[in-house]
């Protein structure tokens, strides 16, 4: 496995796979990797010869009162599994060689990027789409993976990729989960014993709506009562910030719920925020 | 020459030049062809195999009372222009290819683009960046050319390719004179007899503030002073817009003037918005 911390030899890296024919295959993550991230690499490798892991924990997309200076860091670890994982090329740039001090240019976007967790995270998408531009102009893959765990970073993603016409294939892994159904994040490090064991009802939630759904007869304004009282009733330290029910392609309100819907939501557990999300087939 | 309107043909053309181990320069222009555009054809070729040119007239840079509807169009004769000049591919694509109706992905700037045009133009610098990634993205470049003529525009360019980290070398080629001396622009044809005339002073103003350099001894406040007096006195149909004084790379004002600055204003002759610029050597 090479490790990479520049631009100019992770292009030269990449430019020389494209001239002998390879496909890039990559996964940006901001380190500290668990299953979620593993099996991200495993979709990128079927669909790639070269495969491409980048860890850069991106301040641009952390506000001023989140958690960027506590936000979980272990590289030695990461290159281990990135390594186990069959990585090629491990690509760990620096602060300053991915952010000029002077840097103004930017990618936003103004529809699906509004509500959700946008509402609450001001300027967080700008710096997720941004920092994502960046590393596609530096890697240059020919497909990348994301995670369905992040459906509106996801929906975003392809979003950018289609308007800015990015030659890239974006392909969305479903979420990966604890034997307990708690979706896996870094962050999920932060929780005390007592609040993993309210976290799990996040996920109890969605399972809610989706036999809600599989019942029929319910709108979405229904349904999302219902897992707010469930939520309310079964996990006090859980402090809903949204529930959404959304086409989960343009993130925008439905009030029927069904095929290509979205049941997100996100929530403050004691101090850590977590998201989760289920997709309706 | 071939002639391409879709993404994925244009994509699939520099694919197979770049598997090839072919460089693919470009020139992306709004049509209305001049000797300045021929100027950058001819500079791009120099350094690739494929000379890609674009001619779109890109709607999101122009204002709502701007002249998009009015601006001056001629296929035919562009097609036998890039003909003429060795372009390999002509890219000519549709509005719809360009922008699906609900586009909501933009690129913009925050410090280079807010005065000079960008005080005037609110949008229009955010509508010509994204309109070059697109194209970036499109067409895959590993050479670039921009005029000089435009130098907010090619200052900004190259912010973004910087920012962005766009793969892609980008040239900024010298402003081409009419005999007279009026920068060569599409626009011109928008002039009058007498309005034709009175756009001479903008290049003798531009004269003027070169020759004062050259004297020494003057801010860059007294300079731009003396070129607002002259065409006051010789150019009572000219309305200067601005006249800025500035470091060529940050576009920010100076004092001392020098080597590295840019002299550079706008004005309204009759209806018609003119540019004009000065790269002290």
Not at 5 to 29: D, E, I, L, N
Not at 237 to 265: H, R
Request: net charge negative.
């Amino acid at each position: 496995m090479d490790i990479v911390s520049t631009v100019s030899a992770m292009q030269a890296s990449s430019r020389a796979a494209h001239k002998t024919g390879q496909r890039v295959g990559f996964v940006p993550t901001m380190g500290f990797l668990h299953e979620g991230h593993l099996s991200l690499m495993n979709i990128a490798r079927q669909h790639s010869d070269l495969l491409v892991v980048s860890i850069f924990v991106n301040p641009t997309q952390f506000g001023p009162h989140e958690d960027l200076s506590q936000y979980p860091r272990d590289l030695a670890r990461d290159k281990a599994l990135c390594e186990s994982c069959g990585v090629d090329v491990l690509f760990c740039p620096s602060e300053s060689e991915m952010y000029p001090l002077d840097s103004s240019v930017y990618v936003d976007e103004s529809r699906l990027s509004c509500g959700m967790c946008g509402a609450a995270r001001s300027g967080h998408f700008r710096g997720v789409l941004t920092v994502v531009a960046k590393l596609f102009n530096m890697v240059m893959p020919d497909v990348a993976v994301f995670g369905q765990k992040d459906a509106q970073q996801a929906a975003l993603i392809q979003r950018m990729v289609r308007d800015l016409n990015f030659p890239v294939e974006i392909r969305v892994a479903p979420i990966v989960r604890e034997p307990d159904g708690l979706a896996m994040s870094s962050r999920n490090t932060y929780l005390s014993a007592d609040e993993r064991v309210q976290a799990l009802w996040l996920n109890r939630a969605l399972q809610l709506a989706e036999s809600r759904v599989g019942e029929g007869g319910l709108q979405s304004a229904a349904i999302a009562s219902e897992m707010r009282d469930l939520l309310g009733r079964e996990a006090p330290g859980v402090i809903v910030e949204y529930i959404a029910i959304v086409d989960a392609v343009s993130l925008q309100p439905v009030d029927g719920v069904g095929s290509g819907v979205l049941v997100a939501l996100a929530a403050q557990v004691g101090k850590t925020r977590l998201i989760d999300n289920l997709l309706l087939a």
